[in-house]
């Protein structure tokens, strides 16, 4: 009696040893994922403000866009007026020169008649004119010329004068609107690209902040995982340093069953969920039993084998599988702390944690599952 006490009291020892060496890992645990969610935070702060910016450079250079291509379409609408206007100065001009000709033949034949019975020489002098010019210089001698055919004359010429330089005028207005529009086709094309350039920079923004968020959430949940973990490890060792310690230790007692397996967590038979039960919260048969229990009861090896697997995962909290041989295998989920590692060998009996709420729990359980060549099936079969 007094050794079994005894072994007792050192169990109890040691595992409030080493649950406060797991707390100080659990409390690390806790602040280095506390900090990467608060890296993350920081990140997605600086990212957003990267997207504001982007977003104000991308309403500019879409008003600068806008302001261009409304400038290129007035200056198209100048260029076709004014297309229309020299168009119509041509015309003038033709006919201004037809007129002019047209008064110059009149005129010599005028002259003709009025010396024909004249002078032949002054006529002849009249005739080889090679110019209008040279003719009317010609014709300041003629004093029979009439001042009216001379001032017709003259008339026409002043409006050939003026049609062409305005004609030239608008040739050069033309040109201008021309000079004017290549560079709006220019500032367009370079805007344009800047805008392109701005977009795939928002993109990538974009998909660097749904990164972000999603790695944030991940952390954030990562956080609230150790945190609970942390809290369960200091509720186990105050609950073993209020009772003494548990009936198992870290080497185990084996305790036995009437059945194959020997019941992975005694004493403690309410279930809370069965086996192929369909509950609230997800449409997936329940591949195992739910054994209610409170945080750190000592859970046990339903059979002799060997530990595959002694680790965590978001899902399953603290948890451990065994193969007993010939494609048996049984596991026990969240534990608020295991006691064996992979690869190690178990007997049936052996203590192998303590029970927990880690990963995905509604409260305090042990989740055990017997599974046949990967397959689940209902462990009562072996209890």
């Given at each position: 009696?007094?050794?079994?006490?005894?072994?007792?009291?050192?169990?109890?020892?040691?595992?409030?040893?080493?649950?406060?060496?797991?707390?100080?890992?659990?409390?690390?645990?806790?602040?280095?994922?506390?900090?990467?969610?608060?890296?993350?935070?920081?990140?997605?702060?600086?990212?957003?403000?990267?997207r504001q910016e982007a977003e104000a450079d991308h309403e500019s250079l879409s008003a600068r866009l806008d302001g261009i291509?409304?400038?290129?379409?007035?200056?198209?609408?100048?260029?076709?007026?004014?297309e229309a206007e020299i168009e119509a100065a041509e015309e003038e001009l033709i006919q201004a020169r037809v007129d002019e000709?047209?008064?110059?033949?009149?005129?010599?034949?005028?002259?003709?008649?009025?010396?024909?019975?004249?002078?032949?020489?002054?006529?002849?002098?009249?005739?080889?004119?090679?110019?209008?010019?040279?003719?009317?210089?010609?014709?300041?001698?003629?004093?029979?010329?009439?001042?009216?055919?001379?001032?017709?004359?003259?008339?026409?010429?002043?409006?050939?004068?003026?049609?062409?330089?305005?004609?030239?005028?608008?040739?050069?207005?033309?040109?201008?609107?021309?000079?004017?529009?290549?560079?709006?086709?220019?500032?367009?094309?370079?805007?344009?690209?800047?805008?392109?350039?701005?977009?795939?920079?928002?993109?990538?923004?974009?998909?660097?902040?749904?990164?972000?968020?999603?790695?944030?959430?991940?952390?954030?949940?990562?956080?609230?995982?150790?945190?609970?973990?942390?809290?369960?490890?200091?509720?186990?060792?105050?609950?073993?340093?209020?009772?003494?310690?548990?009936?198992?230790?870290?080497?185990?007692?084996?305790?036995?069953?009437?059945?194959?397996?020997?019941?992975?967590?005694?004493?403690?038979?309410?279930?809370?969920?069965?086996?192929?039960?369909?509950?609230?919260?997800?449409?997936?048969?329940?591949?195992?039993?739910?054994?209610?229990?409170?945080?750190?009861?000592?859970?046990?090896?339903?059979?002799?084998?060997?530990?595959?697997?002694?680790?965590?995962?978001?899902?399953?909290?603290?948890?451990?599988?065994?193969?007993?041989?010939?494609?048996?295998?049984?596991?026990?989920?969240?534990?608020?702390?295991?006691?064996?590692?992979?690869?190690?060998?178990?007997?049936?009996?052996?203590?192998?944690?303590?029970?927990?709420?880690?990963?995905?729990?509604?409260?305090?359980?042990?989740?055990?599952?017997?599974?046949?060549?990967?397959?689940?099936?209902?462990?009562?079969?072996?209890?």
């Amino acid at each position: 009696m007094r050794k079994r006490m005894r072994r007792t009291v050192c169990a109890a020892m040691v595992f409030i040893l080493c649950a406060g060496s797991v707390m100080r890992v659990s409390a690390d645990e806790v602040q280095e994922a506390q900090e990467k969610v608060e890296d993350a935070e920081n990140e997605a702060q600086a990212l957003e403000q990267q997207r504001q910016e982007a977003e104000a450079d991308h309403e500019s250079l879409s008003a600068r866009l806008d302001g261009i291509i409304a400038d290129m379409n007035e200056t198209q609408e100048k260029l076709t007026a004014k297309e229309a206007e020299i168009e119509a100065a041509e015309e003038e001009l033709i006919q201004a020169r037809v007129d002019e000709n047209e008064q110059y033949e009149s005129m010599k034949i005028r002259i003709k008649f009025m010396y024909e019975s004249g002078g032949i020489g002054m006529l002849e002098v009249l005739m080889q004119s090679q110019s209008i010019g040279e003719f009317l210089n010609n014709a300041e001698y003629v004093t029979q010329l009439s001042e009216y055919d001379r001032n017709e004359l003259i008339r026409y010429q002043e409006t050939v004068k003026q049609v062409e330089e305005k004609e030239a005028a608008l040739q050069t207005e033309y040109e201008e609107l021309n000079v004017l529009q290549t560079s709006l086709v220019s500032q367009q094309e370079e805007v344009q690209t800047l805008l392109e350039s701005n977009e795939a920079q928002l993109a990538e923004i974009q998909s660097q902040i749904d990164a972000n968020a999603e790695k944030l959430e991940e952390l954030r949940q990562e956080a609230e995982d150790a945190k609970r973990r942390q809290e369960e490890k200091e509720a186990q060792a105050a609950q073993a340093a209020q009772n003494g310690g548990y009936s198992g230790s870290y080497t185990g007692n084996v305790v036995s069953g009437n059945g194959y397996f020997t019941h992975p967590c005694p004493g403690m038979t309410r279930q809370s969920s069965y086996f192929g039960e369909v509950r609230s919260f997800s449409s997936t048969p329940h591949a195992g039993n739910d054994y209610a229990a409170p945080v750190g009861t000592p859970t046990y090896a339903a059979a002799s084998g060997t530990v595959i697997t002694a680790t965590y995962s978001n899902t399953a909290g603290n948890y451990v599988v065994i193969s007993h041989g010939n494609g048996l295998v049984t596991k026990y989920m969240h534990h608020v702390n295991i006691c064996v590692s992979a690869g190690q060998h178990v007997e049936k009996g052996q203590q192998i944690g303590w029970v927990g709420s880690t990963g995905r729990s509604t409260g305090p359980h042990l989740h055990f599952q017997v599974e046949e060549n990967g397959t689940p099936v209902n462990p009562d079969k072996y209890l």
